[in-house]
């Protein structure tokens, strides 16, 4: 790489250790110029976790370009890509030519999805409970189907269910769902019940359930893969 470098060599004297050292300065002497990033930017900067956001760039001189964290490579020296972060991510651009490299970075701040009450969750990113929450008698409160990588944090806030009638309900229930994660959850249903289940996962292998407490209900956790 170009720029000064220090450099280190131990050898022996005489029988006896000895090191020398050396500042040394390296640069291209390739006469290709390196390539130039005019610019780097994300729109919006920031956005609610699982949201588009675009990258834009503008390089020139660059033989090859590429982003990481999933962006992929690039085939023109400007344009746009798509990315759907789900967590605050730094994309860095690399541009090369025989010259050399240079890189640039931006950052997308993605805040997670504040659920403030029961419902569905179908689409991929980072939840979190704004406050307790309790689902109607006989209903299911939180329902996380037919996605994957999504995170929910209940941030120690309850979800309830309650039942008046012999019918199966669920304070979340989990189905057809991977890479996911439930923590931090206060499930509460009556003692009394033998049909409610405060977490039903069905054919959804790949997840983590932690840190969570569960009051009532037939079963803590009732799992079914098929």
Not at 8 to 24: F, H, I, K
Not at 72 to 100: E, K
Not at 156 to 168: A, D, R, Y
């Amino acid at each position: 790489n170009q720029g000064m470098h220090l450099i280190s060599v131990a050898y022996y004297s005489n029988g006896n250790p000895q090191t020398a050292t050396a500042m040394l300065s390296w640069k291209n002497d390739s006469g290709i110029s390196l390539p130039v990033i005019s610019s780097f930017t994300a729109s919006p900067a920031t956005i609610t976790s699982g949201q588009p956001a675009t990258l834009s760039w503008n390089v020139s001189g660059a033989t090859s370009i590429s982003i990481d964290n999933g962006a992929g490579s690039v085939s023109s020296p400007s344009g746009t890509v798509f990315v759907f972060p789900l967590t605050t991510t730094i994309y860095t651009l690399t541009a090369t030519n025989s010259g050399g490299t240079v890189t640039a970075a931006t950052t997308i701040t993605a805040n997670p999805v504040v659920i403030t009450s029961c419902g569905e969750i179908t689409h991929s990113g980072k939840y979190v409970l704004g406050n307790n929450i309790a689902a109607q008698p006989n209903n299911t409160c939180l329902s996380i189907h037919d996605t994957s990588n999504v995170s929910l944090d209940c941030q120690n806030h309850s979800v309830g269910i309650s039942e008046t009638s012999p019918v199966f309900v669920y304070g979340i229930w989990i189905k057809n769902t991977n890479a996911y994660s439930v923590s931090n959850c206060a499930l509460e249903g009556p003692s009394s019940s033998t049909l409610i289940n405060p977490i039903e996962i069905e054919n959804s292998p790949q997840g983590t359930i932690s840190h969570n407490s569960i009051s009532g209900g037939a079963l803590a956790i009732y799992a079914s893969l098929s």
